[in-house]
């Protein structure tokens, strides 16, 4: 495992759940895995075939089934010892401080799809018999609610106008959402066409 500061390194990496190109930042540290990536051999995997992958991509959170949006990307790498490592690393290393980083030409080198409908469904075509790993990315929103007042307190007066017992507080319901996204990875092996369920 190697480590490297970002003013020397121009990477990609996966940032909150998605793979992006680094931008500069100060006191970030990228790891990147040691393994060498061939681009001789991951290019070869990705050569036409004529096999299929169909499948759907879905999380549940909160009792609700999400799905990537209408046209997400659905992202298919080739398995390789560069990806492996990476994919252990960042489960080591994904805070402000210090993240997993794959090189540009590895998390370049990939087949990008999209999917088909709202409900995740996707299909990549002309593939070879080979390992790869499929990523894509649900949002999926996180509502609480708050009572707070919504106007004067009503108090009880009496005929001197002195306020006496009882009386409420008007209150109403707010609503908040917050959207989080989240990774969806899984690694498929084809050997003829083949359909998936990636579900978390």
């Known amino acids: 495992m190697d480590t490297y500061p970002k003013s020397h390194l121009f990477v990609i990496l996966l940032l909150l ?14 790891v990147l895995p040691t393994a060498v990536f061939d681009k001789q051999e991951a290019y070869k995997m990705l050569e036409e075939g004529k096999y299929s ?24 790498y080739p398995v390789t010892p560069h990806l492996l490592e990476y994919i252990e690393l960042k489960k080591k290393y994904n805070s402000k401080k210090k993240q997993a980083a794959m090189t540009r ?9 999209r999917t088909l409908d709202s409900d995740g469904n996707f299909i990549i075509k002309y593939l070879k018999p080979g390992k790869y790993y499929i990523v ?19 108090a009880n ?15 109403t319901t707010q609503y908040d ?22 579900a978390r």
């Open 105 to 113: 030409e590895a998390a370049l080198t990939r087949i990008e799809s």
């Open 136 to 154: 894509s990315w649900v949002t999926w929103e996180k509502v609480t609610s708050s009572q707070v007042q919504s106007g004067s307190v009503n």
């Open 17 to 30: 759940g998605s793979f992006s190109i680094a931008k500069a930042q100060r006191k970030v540290e990228y």
């Open 53 to 76: 992958i169909q499948g759907r991509i879905s999380l549940k959170k909160r009792g609700y089934v999400n799905y990537p949006d209408f046209r997400g990307k659905v992202l298919l």
């Open 157 to 171: 007066y009496n005929m001197l106008g002195q306020q006496m017992g009882g009386g409420y507080v008007p209150t």
């Open 177 to 198: 959402a917050t959207a989080y996204e989240r990774e969806i990875g899984e690694f498929v092996e084809v050997t003829g066409d083949t359909k998936v369920n990636i």
